[in-house]
């Protein structure tokens, strides 16, 4: 487990927090197709939080694209440095999400995270940070809509209908298992919205939400059990 270490010039207020994601905005890419599906490494990236010890703790999980077997996994912990303010929670878990993939033994490949992307309210969501930062092609996978609209996807595994911020596509609901809720999918860096949806559902053999978030999130929350119990 790695302990995160803050940078020493990462935002402490909404208004530094807000111009950082003015200047970083302006460098995702979006106009690379991104991996092929079902190749390389994709890895899932997850945060937990202990709100009563100010604890983050963050896991990455790295698969084989084509087996979905886990290759490498890390963990980093450390304290919350920023407070809860909706639009702003990248500012939050990106230091330990950092701190989890540069533990890594491996080159983690396509990342995808159990978040936003461009589905944001500023077009910048936890997906599209990590890209930014990393270089690394990356993909928002969300459990909801956040704030944004869209019409329900017919019924069957692979069907999809636009997310919607008034007219404008900001992502796309899409349906992994059949007659399930769908889960919103949206381009983090590198990627377009057609290869994430197709990672999406290469990811999701059995399960609505895909393999990477869910070995992801079991691992975070063990990393933040382990260490909550190492505070007392």
């Keep these: 487990m790695t302990t995160v270490r803050m940078p020493a010039d990462w935002p402490a207020t909404e208004e530094e927090a807000r111009a950082v994601q003015d200047e970083l905005r302006g460098r ?11 190749t ?39 304290r919350v440095r920023f407070p809860y303010v909706p639009g702003l929670l ?9 701190a989890a993939l540069e533990a890594l033994p491996c080159p983690p490949g396509v990342v995808v995270c159990d978040g936003y992307g461009l589905a944001h309210p500023r077009r ?13 092609p990356t993909i928002g996978v969300a459990k909801n809509p956040f704030t944004f609209t869209y019409d329900d996807p017919a019924l069957s595994r692979g069907s999809g209908s636009p ?24 381009v983090g860096h590198r990627i377009s919205l057609d290869n994430a949806c197709a990672h999406t ?24 059990r382990e260490a909550t119990r190492d505070a007392r």
């Design 124 to 136: 910048f969501g936890l997906a599209c940070h990590l890209g930014v930062l990393t270089g690394l």
């Design 28 to 38: 995702v890419v979006l106009d690379e197709p991104g991996p092929r599906p079902g």
């Design 201 to 224: 559902l290469a990811l999701t053999p059995a399960y609505r939400l895909p393999e990477t978030t869910r070995r992801a999130d079991a691992l975070c929350r063990r990393a933040l």
């Design 163 to 186: 997310l919607l911020a008034g007219t404008e596509e900001v992502g796309r609901a899409l349906r992994t298992r059949d007659a399930v809720k769908p889960v919103f999918v949206s």
């Design 90 to 98: 990248a500012f939050r878990e990106v230091p330990a999400a950092l």
């Design 40 to 78: 390389g490494r994709v890895t899932g990236v997850d945060v937990a939080y202990d709100d009563e010890r100010d604890l983050v703790a963050a896991a990455a999980v790295v698969l084989d694209g084509a087996t979905l077997e886990v290759v490498a996994e890390a963990t980093a912990v450390g």
